[in-house]
């Protein structure tokens, strides 16, 4: 159980599957990964946390953009997928954003241009375009649930 809130595990879920359906298709394919290590499931439960309390509290306050910080959103997101092996597609990332399709877009550019992500084609489909963090942005990503939780 959260000690934040007791649904927490249950919204990051929710917030996962709507991503999933506003896409269209699952746009996040499993792979197979071996778990990962004590701190790595201690970031990863803090990284759901963070952004299934993010979702929450725009569901409360019922203003999405009074709250709005779509990098972070999008940070988290990816860090989330890339923990659990999970490949993310642009548009999908984009709606992780919990911002407009526009802003989403703005932000990962930004994201990359600043070294955080990394954009590449789906060597499944060449129409689409993946998106990850560098492994400067996994280890900024790792520093920081060190330094709040897991350290």
Request: aromatic letters at 6%.
């Amino acid at each position: 159980m959260s000690p934040f809130h007791p649904f927490a595990d249950e919204l990051m879920e929710i917030a996962v599957r709507l991503r999933d359906a506003a896409d269209g298709r699952s746009s996040m394919r499993e792979t197979r990964i071996a778990p990962p290590p004590a701190s790595g499931r201690c970031r990863l439960t803090m990284a759901r946390r963070t952004y299934a309390l993010r979702r929450k509290r725009e569901a409360l306050f019922g203003k999405p953009d009074l709250f709005g910080e779509p990098a972070w959103d999008i940070m988290l997101d990816l860090y989330i997928a890339q923990s659990e092996g999970k490949l993310v597609s642009v548009s999908s990332a984009c709606i992780g954003s919990a911002a407009p399709a526009t802003t989403g877009l703005r932000w990962l550019t930004v994201l990359a241009e600043e070294g955080l992500i990394v954009r590449e084609k789906d060597a499944d489909d060449h129409r689409r375009v993946l998106v990850r963090l560098s492994p400067e942005g996994r280890a900024a990503m790792d520093r920081f649930f060190d330094a709040v939780e897991c350290g």
